[in-house]
């Protein structure tokens, strides 16, 4: 096991900076994750760790030490690549069993050891009929469980995943999320995962960092990506369907006075008896902002903002459910996924996606009052993307 800390690296090809300045400290340990849209730079970090590149500007440390000079060979990592990379002159189980072979003496196995460990991972990632083969023998899904396998049977300190699940079938990739979990987590191997899909990222990581044109935008748990994103790009990029993101303007009118009901306190209305001057105005609707929080949208000098909401924190009714935080749309698309309908709705010019469990009928054409969480409500400075509240 091993903690691995980059400091400000930088990898340039010609023009173009595949990474910006990136700092990660992984704990030893941890299941990190590098989620972002392809060409963010996400490989060329991992393969910056691994020594297959090696950065123009800054440190990679492993448990402490200094690797930038030291041979990939001899960091003790063990990489799992995107196109397999596996010999094809050798069976199967030769793949798998090649870096306990490599290392057979330092790790003390008999050749009796190495097949027991080589089957039982085969089995486990369900390609033991597949042994005797050959790589061109076999489906993509297949090599690449093979080069899952490979990088398995030995236990370095730290596995370098690149997407490497991309090339399973859908149900067998949701399995292998939970399977690959389970080892991890079993062996506590410090495991740093490459991937464009939140869904897989959020699964299974520990933490996250999201990347984008070469910088790390945001580094955090699961939950707080999801629930405080720093900016409009995590926003959207985590989630599915995405963060509603509305285009709002602060402004100062006549203090109007109103209750917060107990289940609306706490947010961007405010708490119990509220006076106050400002309003969001929105496409279609107006919200008004309790002082503190209105004067925080100021302070960051941000009159023009997005209001962010999550599809599953507004609650659609045919009926108006209350007096705040309600808009009234039109409903104009609804996919059913089984368990939920996802309904697109028009407010305003506006396009609002909201999760509806349950059986309640919505059609195409309905108008339907849609009734946000206040507390849930985020605030982002729509010049910078950054979060304000
Ligand atoms: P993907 O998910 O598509 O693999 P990524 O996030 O892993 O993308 P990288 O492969 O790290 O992105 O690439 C980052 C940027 O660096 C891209 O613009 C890519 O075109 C460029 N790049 C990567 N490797 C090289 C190389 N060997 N020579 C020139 N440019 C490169």
Redesign the pocket.
């Given at each position: 096991m091993a903690r691995v800390k980059l400091v400000n690296i930088v990898k340039r090809?010609?023009r173009?900076i595949?990474v910006d300045h990136v700092n990660l400290d992984v704990r030893d340990g941890e299941f990190f994750a590098l989620l972002?849209p392809?060409?963010?730079?996400?490989?060329?970090?991992l393969r910056i760790i691994a020594g297959l590149e090696a950065p123009d500007e800054g440190e990679i440390y492993i448990d402490d030490k200094l690797v930038n000079d030291v041979h990939p060979k001899d960091r003790d990592v063990a990489m799992v690549f995107?196109n397999y990379a596996l010999y094809p002159h050798m069976t199967v189980f030769d793949n798998i069993a090649f870096p306990l072979r490599a290392r057979r003496k330092q790790l003390g196995l008999t050749e009796e050891d190495i097949r027991k460990i080589v089957v039982s991972t085969a089995e486990f990632l369900g390609i033991a009929e597949h042994l005797h083969k050959y790589p061109s023998q076999l489906s993509g899904g297949q090599q690449q469980r093979v080069a899952l396998a490979r990088a398995l049977v030995r236990k370095p300190k730290v596995w370098l995943l690149d997407?490497p699940l991309s090339n399973l079938d859908a149900k067998l990739r949701v399995a292998m999320r939970t399977e690959l979990k389970k080892i991890q987590m079993k062996l506590g191997i410090t495991t740093i995962y490459?991937t464009?899909d939140q869904v897989e990222a959020m699964s299974m990581a520990d933490r996250i960092a999201v990347?984008n044109a070469?910088r790390v935008l945001q580094i955090g748990s699961p939950n707080e990506l999801y629930y405080k994103p720093s900016d409009t790009f995590v926003a959207t990029f985590i989630g599915s369907p995405p963060m509603n993101l509305i285009p709002c303007t602060l402004v100062e009118k006549t203090p109007i006075e109103y209750t917060v009901p107990a289940e609306l306190s706490g947010g961007i209305l405010g708490s119990g008896k509220v006076r106050t001057p400002y309003m969001l105005e929105c496409p279609g609707f107006a919200l008004p902002v309790e002082s503190s929080m209105a004067g925080k949208i100021r302070e960051s000098g941000a009159g023009e903002v997005y209001l962010g909401i999550r599809p599953e924190h507004i609650t659609m009714s045919l009926k108006k459910p209350g007096e705040l935080a309600v808009l009234e749309g039109v409903v104009e698309v609804v996919e059913n996924l089984g368990s939920e309908l996802i309904a697109t709705i028009r407010v305003g010019n506006e396009l609002v996606k909201t999760r509806v469990v349950g059986d309640e009928r919505v059609t195409p054409g309905s108008s339907v009052f849609l009734a946000l969480d206040a507390r849930r409500i985020l605030v982002f400075d729509k010049k910078t993307g950054k979060l304000i509240i």
């Open positions: 090809y010609g173009i595949a972002g392809s060409g963010c730079g996400k490989t060329t970090t995107q997407e490459v464009h990347m070469g």
